[in-house]
């Protein structure tokens, strides 16, 4: 419609009949419900949308619940097709064992146990997988509680069967077959087939079972469901859509008569339409003003933007220098420290003829004008001392070059810095007195900055700089950077130092002795003076019968005198032991002016030994013999303790020598019993087992032994008298007597062959004899396993045996004497006991040395005791034998803790 037209009713008109009253009141009650509710489609869309959702929940979890059971009904299907699977598999190794039993060429026996082995490694996969499941395929069906009864009675079945099995896969791949032995194994397959292949079949019933119970279930479920369906719409129908019919046809009608209403307003917006337009003219002249206005703050803002450009990228630019200067400056610092570390590391290279005090002057000379320092000094830290000795200075006081200054930890501040190994900087330092061991006279310093030098956590010295002004940064980081090197050179430098050291007092001491002369020759008071401070004993001897004609104080307390006049007078041969006069006199140590050693006699009669040297002195013309006297008793007795501990060193090597010698020969014993012992895989196939060994040394006095002879199987576990090298050589000789007794005499009864064992270990030790003291032997338990007729024989030295069966641990006790051992009792012959036992499925046996029960350990350092062995048994029965095992193993190296292992460990387990 054009801006400039009228508006006109609904019908066309300009001008409607006003409404009556009882219009009016219809179109009151039509605006209520209008006001109540002004979108009613709203309302019905909710409604409808909930019903839907009700609608589509209740067929979804129709089809999960109809889906879930379908899938179940397929394992279901699976399952039971398996177990026939399993149970056909079952016939054909029964089948095949027979054929292998009557088989004649050899070519045919290869293909049928080729077909056999094929045949029973699928059979007890497909078990495992029947009984707990194949992961690979997916989620199995969940057995229910019958089900998995059924399967655990199955292993009573199916248990022997796999072991008669396993048993016959083993003897047919030995070298010599046994066909007595095939067959007993063949009659035992046999024997136990019906048994497991009625006991799948009633598996397979019961699965049967239980899917005809599933589909039930879900026939009932579907019938819920649909009830649950029809009682949605009836409910959808009276509460959803009526409702909604009825409110929106009232919605209708009030649109209806509203419009009526709406043409009586068209006259009154006729009339503000004119005042409407009259009004638009004047504001489309305030308009055209308005324009003209924002044109020109357009433009200004236009400008403003333009500017505010500029100005970023000013910015923008100054940012990017402002980083260009700041790599520059670190650029620049780096190239600073690299350049003055490598500057330091040429002047501290050490040069021809350089000790440790001209290398530190050296580098001092170039280090303080770097750092703009005005003195410095460095000290050498002295282990054996513990002391700080000034080594090196630059601009110091003259006196520091003829007297070096030492410094003990912790004494002023050089001192301590070496103590706490921190450095002290010190700045704006008033007092005109601060005082250092480079002070000068004039100038007091302001800074003052003391690093320690360490090399590899080591204290190796201290360097002091003082200065005027203070510090910069960067030259105390490049002092830090070269502290360690400073310190490398200087702990390098030390043992030169050391030599020097020695060398100054060497020279310090001929100074000193070269002084004494030109006293005594100046005058003979000032040499007694001389001689009363020095620290070794001076004899002044008349040079033509060498009595003494003087001595120092010291030589007089050496030699147990109070007076120095009880030594005038006296030949000097008088003060040597009388055994060694003779031997002075012939070297004549006073002609050669050298130095010897010899023995010194005390007043109270004892000797101890003194280093003598003699020099000829002459003062107006009157020559005297100085005789040099050193007590040498700390020296000689430092000399033979060195001495013996060279010895030691010396003896400790060659023990150390014969230890590695004995060790490889220990170890090579070792190589030879771990081959003589019984392969453990010896009992695979138709017994679970375990063996738990642990010998205390690196070899052991425990050792097992098993072998097969006929039908039977036996198991040992032997315990040695002692452990390591003598208990290996028992072993050695238990192990051949069970050989000879068993495979080659063909003894089977346990008590027949622990009586022969007896006789053979007491026959190779010699324990017969009158006169033997040999009382070593061992402790055994023996088992003879017949699997075929499920009996086991026993017979034990010392040693019991345990049975587990159905949650409750017997014990079997062996006989109370060893095997061997120099039993010499008149009253008593030994006569083993042998205990036989019918086997039963699921019966586990032990037998062990004493080793595991004997462990020290626990939080009082007590044994672990044999009844804390069985308890812990019967704690592990759940499990099967390899995890027992490990059970075992941790048990004991928790209880061991940090004590040591006291003897040799061994734990046999067979489960039947």
């Not at 200067?325 to 350049?339: G, P, Q």
Request: charged content about 25%.
């Amino acid at each position: 419609m054009d801006k400039h037209e009228k508006p006109v009713q609904a019908n066309g008109s300009t001008q409607n009949a006003l409404p009556s009253n009882g219009e009016h009141a219809q179109i009151n009650e039509v605006s209520d419900v209008i006001k109540t509710d002004p979108k009613p489609t709203r309302h019905f869309t909710q409604r409808y949308r909930f019903a839907l959702a009700i609608t589509a929940l209740v067929f979804f979890t129709s089809y999960l619940l109809i889906s879930y059971e379908l899938r179940d009904q397929s394992k279901y299907t699976q399952q039971i097709n398996d177990v026939g699977k399993q149970r056909l598999l079952s016939e054909q190794i029964a089948k095949t064992a027979l054929l292998i039993q009557h088989c004649n060429s050899a070519r045919d026996c290869k293909d049928k146990v080729e077909l056999f082995q094929k045949m029973l490694k699928v059979w007890k996969v497909r078990q495992a997988e029947l009984h707990y499941g194949d992961s690979t395929q997916g989620a199995m069906v969940q057995n229910s509680d019958s089900i998995r009864a059924m399967y655990q009675q199955t292993d009573k079945y199916y248990q022997p069967l796999r072991h008669a099995c396993d048993r016959l896969d083993a003897l047919i791949l030995k070298k010599r077959i046994n066909r007595l032995l095939i067959k007993r194994a063949v009659q035992f397959i046999l024997l136990n087939e019906d048994d497991y292949i009625r006991q799948m079949d009633a598996i397979a019933n019961q699965y049967d079972q239980e899917a005809k119970t599933s589909i039930r279930r879900l026939h009932n479920i579907q019938i819920g469901l649909l009830l649950i369906a029809f009682l949605t719409l009836i409910l959808q129908e009276f509460q959803i859509f009526q409702p909604v019919v009825r409110r929106l046809q009232l919605y209708l009608d009030g649109i209806q008569k509203a419009t009526s209403q709406s043409q009586q307003k068209n006259q009154e917006l006729e009339q503000a339409y004119d005042s409407l337009k009259e009004e638009e003219e004047r504001a489309r002249q305030n308009s055209e003003v308005l324009t003209e206005i924002n044109n020109n703050l357009l433009r200004t803002q236009m400008e403003l933007t333009s500017a505010h450009d500029e100005l970023k990228l000013k910015n923008r630019e100054l940012e990017e220098a402002s980083e260009i200067i700041s790599l520059n400056e670190k650029l620049e610092t780096a190239r600073f420290f690299d350049n003055s570390v490598s500057h330091f590391s040429a002047v501290m290279n050490w040069k021809n003829n350089q000790d440790l005090y001209s290398w530190s002057d050296h580098l001092l000379t170039h280090l303080v004008p770097f750092v703009n320092g005005l003195q410095a000094v460095i000290y050498a830290f002295d282990e054996e001392q513990q002391r700080l000795l000034a080594t090196g200075g630059h601009a110091v006081s003259k006196d520091f070059y003829d007297v070096r200054q030492q410094l003990e930890l912790g004494e002023t501040m050089v001192g301590q810095v070496a103590k706490s190994r921190e450095a002290i900087y010190v700045q704006n330092i008033e007092s005109s007195h601060f005082e250092t061991l480079s002070g000068t006279s004039e100038i007091y310093p302001k800074n003052i900055f003391i690093l320690p030098l360490i090399y590899n956590e080591v204290l190796c010295g201290v360097l002091e700089l003082t200065s005027i002004e203070a510090f910069e940064e960067r030259h105390l980081e490049v002092l830090r950077r070269l502290s360690e090197t400073i310190g490398a050179n200087l702990n390098a430098l030390r043992s030169q130092t050391q030599i020097n050291h020695l060398l100054l007092e060497s020279q310090k001491a001929q100074k000193e002795l070269e002084n004494s002369l030109l006293t005594i020759q100046q005058t003979e008071e000032r040499f007694r003076k001389l001689a009363e401070v020095t620290q070794e004993g001076l004899l002044f001897l008349n040079e033509e019968n060498l009595d003494v004609k003087d001595a120092n104080p010291v030589l007089s307390r050496m030699l147990g005198y109070n007076k120095v006049s009880d030594l005038q007078g006296k030949n000097y041969l008088m003060f040597i032991a009388p055994e060694y006069r003779v031997e002075i006199e012939q070297v004549s140590i006073i002609d050669k002016r050298a130095v010897h050693e010899t023995m010194a006699l005390r007043k109270d009669g004892d000797t101890f030994p003194i280093e003598l040297q003699a020099r000829r002195v002459t003062y107006n013309e009157d020559t005297m013999v100085v005789l040099s006297v050193r007590d040498i008793t700390e020296r000689k007795k430092t000399e033979k303790e060195l001495e013996e501990a060279n010895r030691i060193a010396s003896l400790v090597k060659e023990l150390e020598k014969k230890n590695k010698d004995i060790t490889a020969s220990i170890e090579y014993a070792q190589r030879i019993q771990e081959a003589i012992l019984p392969s453990s895989d010896m009992l695979k196939g138709f017994l679970q087992h375990f063996v738990l060994y642990h010998p205390k040394d690196i070899v052991s006095g425990d050792f097992y032994w098993m072998t097969e002879k006929n039908e039977h199987t036996f198991v040992a576990a032997v315990d040695c008298t002692g452990h390591g090298v003598p208990g290996a050589f028992m072993s050695l000789i238990g192990y051949s007597q069970l050989n000879k007794i068993i495979i080659e005499q063909g003894a089977v009864r346990p008590d027949e062959i622990l009586t022969k064992l007896d006789a053979g270990v007491s026959e190779a030790l010699r324990q017969q004899e009158g006169k033997s003291k040999s009382r070593d032997g061992m402790d055994l338990g023996l088992i003879a396993l017949n699997i075929y007729e499920k009996k086991l024989s026993f017979a034990g030295a010392y040693r019991p045996m345990y049975l587990v069966r159905r949650g409750e641990l017997l014990e079997y006790k062996g006989n109370s004497f060893s095997i061997g051992g120099n039993f010499k009792s008149k009253k008593k012959k030994k006569q083993f006991t042998q205990i036989d036992i019918e086997l039963q499925n699921g019966d586990t046996i032990y037998i062990a040395s004493d080793g595991y029960a004997d462990q020290f350990g626990g939080p009082h350092n007590r044994k672990y005791m044999t009844k804390n062995f069985k308890r812990f048994l019967l704690t592990i029965q759940q499990f099967d034998l390899e995890r027992q095992k490990e059970m075992l193993y941790h048990e004991l190296r928790q209880w061991q803790g940090d004590h040591r292992q006291m003897d040799d460990i061994l734990v046999i387990g067979l489960r039947f």
